[in-house]
């Protein structure tokens, strides 16, 4: 038998398989097709402070082993959210759910987490510091190490649970970002969020996305992804949940090498809905084949020696 | 939804650019006329939404147009090949509330759902009216299989090569119908919303991601509140747009 659990700041999944925010709702439509029971946790859509249609359409174009999303934070708002979505999803899920949350200034990203950290659902709050920072310009909470600090603090001072702050890849130095986050007080952190990307229509000559530009997701960024989990691995010393591409037990393993303590699955969901519990179900075997009997002791095995 | 493994029992060009592919497969998740499939191919990240046009004991028929590279890759395909496809996504249409004489309006290709729409209604004893509008005459299919069915056809090209010069709103002037139903291009869509003097149900397309309701990738504003055009569409009633 192996051992496929692992542990997020005193949490402890059976696996790390993590539905990625964005890519499972809330879990609903997958419950259908399997018990979603089987999942490590999961992520649910990225929440803020107030209800969100989110950007025109189109908001979807199609890549070379992957795809570009402009979905633009399309949800309920966090109050509906707890009224609605999470009795629903009780009935379905019955672990501790990882609350994602985004805001476009400090004080949604405050009031968010503060009603999210109330339920006793949710056992990890996820804070996403990819969007435009209305307050700053547009410009992301998630570029500058500066602003990811006040975020991580300003969170971390109304929430019990752990915190582990989303980061985005489109930075010079994801490194320093992730150090300012580990600085404020973060539990752990996420990466990596889409790479900013664009598909142009030879047709019509115009880009493909109403929004012009989108988040790049799915296989083709695992690389980038593993490097970047590798990389913040050697800077800090909190718990990263990595993501990126991972559409295989393989690339769970490859991942947790690089220093990963779990693993989000995100785009690959939307191509197959069974992605998460394919991944589950070979996990042993991949395992045995690589000669791992306990999947935690692995982690950032990649940098020993 | 359901996942399933289908196998290419035929797949013939029909018009010009439109092709029809037989599949066999568990069929058993279509459950109404107006449903779609989701279709993986190799060498493709995302999956093809591709509308039903029928569906029998096992036996799924399509007709796509070839409009980009996974299309393209699709009419390539061979008898026996196989291919993995998410079946039963979408709501249909509702054939309930037709009343007597429904109109059914298909332009391009929006005609296939129309097919199986139109089988149902006949077989429900209802007295069926088809217009089917295309551009020009080499791109008219399907007006000899609605007819097959026992229903009344007219046909419109735009450059009135076939049937009626003009759209499918020139066709629909003097019929007396007691519901409609409609799929094709959005400015068809808004032209018969805006001819029509009944209720009637409009079927939407959208970019998809996942084409089972996870992504947020197609939603809409309705009157009835956000909806995905994946899952809580691709049909909506008249009342419920917003143009």
Known sequence: M?????????LTLDNPVIPASGTFGFGYEFAELYDINILG????KGTTRDPRFGNP????????????????????????VIAEELPKLK????????????????????????KLDKEDQVGLIEVNISCPNVHGGGMSFGVCPDSAFEVTKAVKAV?????YIKLSPNVTDITEIAAACEEAGADGLSLINTLLGMRIDLKTKKPVVANKMGGFSGKAIFPVALRMVYQVYEKVNIPIIGMGGVSSAEDVIEMMLAGASAVQVGAANLVNPYACRDIIESLPAAMEKYNIKTLKEIIGGAHNG | MKQGIFTVTENRKIASSVFEMTLAGDTSDITAPGQFVNIQLDGFFLRRPISVCDCEDGTLRLIYKVVGKGTEAMSGLASGTGLDILTGLGNGYNTEVSGDRPLLLGGGVGVPPMYMLCKKLL???????????????????????????????????????KGIKGFVTDA??????????????????????NKSTTSGQLSFEERMGCGFGACMGCSCKTKYGNKRICKDGPVLVKEEIIW
């Not at chain 1, 192996?2 to 005193?10: C, E, I, K, Q, R």
């Not at chain 1, 946790?41 to 649910?44: E, I, V």
């Not at chain 2, 629909?172 to 919303?193: H, Q, R, S, W």
């Open chain 1, 91 to 114: 009935k379905c899920f019955h672990k501790p759910v990882i609350a994602n949350v985004s805001g476009f200034s400090l004080d949604e990203y405050v009031t968010c987490c503060e």
């Open chain 2, 123 to 161: 077989a429900e004893g209802k007295d069926v009216t088809v217009i089917l509008g295309f551009n020009t005459e080499s791109e008219v299919f399907y007006e000899e299989e609605f007819k097959a069915l026992g229903a009344k056809v007219l046909v419109t090209t735009a450059d009135g090569s």
């Open chain 1, 2 to 10: 192996v051992d496929l659990s692992v542990n997020l700041s005193g």
């Open chain 1, 159 to 163: 929430t019990k649970k752990p915190v």
């Open chain 2, 172 to 193: 629909m002037n003097g019929i007396d119908y007691t519901y409609f139903y409609t799929c094709g291009p959005e400015p068809m869509l808004k032209a018969v919303y």
């Open chain 1, 57 to 80: 359409t189109p908001r979807i174009a199609e890549c070379e082993s992957g795809m570009i999303n402009s979905v633009g934070l399309q949800n309920p708002g966090v109050e509906k």
């Open chain 1, 41 to 44: 946790s999961f992520s649910f």
